[in-house]
């Protein structure tokens, strides 16, 4: 069962296009972490969002989390071919009597973004 | 310094080989990960040590063996793999939820494992 459900799977567009990228869960998250990841690198973490409204800029990126804590976006504006790369999220969980917070991720969003 | 290193960055082993992969971390995280990913797919869980302990162990074959020498240090024992365990293989750290913390998890670049 995935938890976190994450759209599109696979995006191509051309330099200078927006995109918008969805995660969503039926469950509440305690917080929800954006990474991107390049062909064999290690996910690098963009954004945690922690508070149900919260919008967070990162130059031409922008995230927002729901109200509810169940689904959060990813916004690029004008984007540009050193965008291209794997966009995951990732919800934390808090288990009881944990105090770990696993994460888990969604399928994640290839994205090519052509000159 | 945000930053987890892994070691070797490549490594091909024969089925029949015993090879370690090694991580390190200085940020004072007290849990750190172990994860699985093959090609364009997301990372999977292996194992989760919190305060050097093993506290979860995905359900993973018994030839992948972590141990947690020290706070820092994290290694992966590998011995007798298969050629479907070739994957890219994460390691992550992450702060302890008694430290305030929001659970992000830093992860390394990644040991590309081949199996032959």
């Known amino acids: 069962t995935q938890l976190l459900e994450q759209s599109p799977q696979f995006l191509s567009i051309q330099e200078g296009e927006n995109l918008t990228v969805y995660c969503n869960s039926s469950s509440v998250f305690s917080s929800l972490q954006w990474y991107r990841q390049e062909p064999g690198e290690g996910p690098v973490l963009l954004v945690t969002?922690?508070?149900?409204?919260e919008v967070k800029k990162l130059k031409r990126l922008t995230f927002q989390f729901g109200d509810a804590r169940k689904d959060s976006s990813l916004h690029i504006t004008a984007a540009q071919p050193g965008d291209t790369g794997l966009y995951l999220c990732?919800?934390?969980?808090?288990?009881?009597?944990?105090?770990?917070?696993?994460?888990?991720f969604g399928r994640g969003t290839q994205l090519t973004v052509w000159p | 310094d945000t930053e987890v290193t892994q070691t070797p960055k490549h490594l091909v082993m024969g089925m029949t080989n015993k090879k370690s992969l090694k991580c390190e971390q200085h940020m004072g995280h007290r849990a750190m990960y172990w994860y699985k990913q093959k090609a364009k797919k997301p990372p999977e869980l292996m194992f989760v040590y919190s305060y050097e302990k093993l506290s979860i162990n995905e359900s993973v074959p018994s030839r992948f063996s972590p141990e947690c020498p020290n706070s820092s240090l994290l290694n992966l024992h590998l011995h007798a793999l298969q050629p479907e365990d070739s994957a890219l293989y994460l390691c992550a750290s992450s702060q302890d939820k008694l430290a305030g913390a929001t659970y992000e998890q830093y992860f390394g670049p990644g040991t590309r494992l081949t199996v032959t």
């Open positions: 969002v922690v508070t149900g409204g």
């Open positions: 990732a919800g934390v969980f808090t288990d009881r009597g944990s105090t770990l917070g696993r994460l888990y």
